[in-house]
């Protein structure tokens, strides 16, 4: 499941990435990056864990911040407003 989660990140990514370099569109990647990050964070905790419930809960939780950052991301770049970046990571980092 991570690795297919990783690599439609990447993809995400990618096409972010051939879309070109305005400022709300390196704020949409940032985001991306962001909730990518914190995500791993959460599934490598989950996976240290020994509480099956733990775990479960700190995957659904990284579900989450993917999503978040994944709006955050669209929002960014639909709007054309790089300055989403700074709400978004705000929000990201208290997940």
């Known amino acids: ?28 990647d940032n985001i991306e990056s962001m909730a990518e990050n914190k995500a791993d964070a959460l599934e490598d905790q989950a996976d240290r864990t020994g509480n099956e419930a733990v775990e479960d809960a700190l995957e659904d939780r990284a579900d989450n911040v993917r ?3 994944e709006d955050a991301a669209d929002k960014a770049d639909d709007n054309d407003d790089a300055r989403v970046e700074n709400q978004a990571g705000a929000v990201i980092n208290q997940m």
């Open 1 to 28: 499941m991570r690795i297919a989660l990783k690599a439609a990140g990447m993809a995400t990514l990618l096409a972010l990435g051939a879309c070109g370099g305005n400022a709300d569109d390196r704020a949409a």
């Open 67 to 69: 999503e978040v950052g």
